[in-house]
């Protein structure tokens, strides 16, 4: 019982930088049901199910929340759209990103404590970079999937999987050079 009133506490004396960035939570997982709708996904039950997950992820950042709020929306889109590729697949994933980021920053300061500026300036670019990624990649596999996908074969997965090796080289080359100018 005392961790609920930890909690209680921490939401009531949480600066407003902190605040501000709990509320993107919640904007991203309405995203996320926006494109679930649009693909003709979900339903009440599974509304109520993600809604709940989100609260409760604003609520407690710091904790399993926020994976078990990005696990049930993907279980219910999985388990609710039928086509393989839709236009609310981007609003989805872009929520979830924002969903995730957002817990991630809260997770990482303190709820009295000032966000400050530039570290949400940072956040935000990185955002941005995925989301950018994101948007070619569902551009992508939503130009292969206008072909039939017999006539394609592996195709469509062996870009994927191009894609996603070459995301993470890039990334490690990147991270490699950072780690060099630091010494």
């Given at each position: 019982?005392?961790?609920?009133?930890d909690?209680?506490?921490?939401?009531?004396?949480?600066?407003?930088?902190?605040?501000?960035?709990?509320?993107?939570?919640?904007?991203?997982?309405?995203?996320?049901?926006?494109?679930?709708?649009?693909?003709?996904?979900?339903?009440?039950?599974?509304?109520?199910?993600?809604?709940?997950?989100?609260?409760?992820?604003?609520?407690?950042?710091?904790?399993?929340?926020?994976?078990?709020?990005?696990?049930?929306?993907?279980?219910?889109?999985?388990?609710?759209?039928?086509?393989?590729?839709?236009?609310?697949?981007?609003?989805?994933?872009?929520?979830?990103?924002?969903?995730?980021?957002?817990?991630?920053?809260c997770?990482?300061?303190?709820?009295?404590?000032?966000?400050?500026?530039?570290?949400?300036?940072?956040?935000?670019?990185?955002?941005?970079v995925?989301?950018?990624?994101?948007?070619?990649?569902?551009?992508?596999?939503?130009?292969?999937?206008?072909?039939?996908?017999?006539?394609?074969?592996?195709?469509?997965?062996?870009?994927?999987?191009?894609v996603?090796?070459?995301g993470?080289?890039?990334y490690?080359?990147?991270?490699?050079?950072?780690?060099?100018?630091?010494?």
């Open positions: 019982m005392r961790e609920i009133a909690l209680v506490v921490d939401l009531r004396t949480a600066s407003r930088s902190h605040l501000r960035v709990r509320a993107l939570i919640l904007v991203g997982a309405v995203l996320y049901l926006v494109g679930l709708l649009a693909a003709g996904g979900g339903g009440w039950a599974s509304g109520i199910l993600f809604t709940t997950t989100a609260v409760f992820a604003v609520v407690q950042p710091h904790a399993i929340a926020p994976s078990l709020c990005l696990t049930v929306a993907v279980g219910i889109w999985w388990a609710s759209v039928e086509q393989t590729w839709h236009w609310g697949l981007l609003p989805a994933a872009l929520g979830l990103l924002l969903t995730h980021t957002a817990a991630s920053l997770a990482s300061t303190p709820p009295q404590a000032i966000i400050p500026p530039e570290v949400l300036r940072t956040w935000a670019a990185r955002v941005g995925v989301s950018a990624i994101t948007l070619g990649v569902w551009g992508l596999a939503g130009l292969l999937l206008l072909r039939t996908s017999t006539a394609l074969g592996a195709l469509p997965g062996l870009v994927g999987l191009f996603v090796v070459l993470l080289v890039g490690l080359l990147w991270r490699g050079r950072g780690e060099q100018s630091v010494r």
